[in-house]
């Protein structure tokens, strides 16, 4: 499935995609509870405020799940 960048009738930048916690949840596949509470303990991506709501960089969210390690399968490099 192809992104689509637009927001509002302007042309975002994969970069600046913004992502609520819903969407980062069901992104991951985990639950909004468990996204809110990686947020609470600094454990989950990079959350920023908009106004007073809580955002997401897309690109934040891919960074952190491409830093987390991997498990089962053959090591890294081997």
């Given at each position: 499935?192809?992104a689509?960048?637009?927001?509002?009738?302007?042309?975002?930048?994969?970069?600046?995609?913004?992502?609520?916690?819903?969407?980062?949840?069901?992104?991951?596949?985990?639950?909004?509870?468990?996204?809110?509470?990686?947020?609470?303990?600094?454990?989950?991506p990079?959350?920023?405020?908009?106004?007073?709501?809580v955002?997401?960089?897309?690109?934040?969210?891919?960074?952190?799940?491409?830093?987390?390690?991997?498990?089962?399968?053959?090591?890294?490099?081997?």
């Amino acid at each position: 499935m192809k992104a689509d960048y637009r927001e509002f009738g302007a042309v975002q930048q994969p970069h600046s995609v913004m992502l609520t916690d819903r969407e980062v949840a069901a992104r991951l596949g985990v639950t909004v509870h468990t996204v809110r509470k990686w947020r609470l303990h600094g454990l989950g991506p990079l959350a920023i405020r908009v106004g007073g709501a809580v955002r997401y960089r897309l690109s934040d969210v891919e960074s952190w799940l491409q830093s987390q390690p991997r498990v089962g399968g053959t090591p890294e490099g081997v």
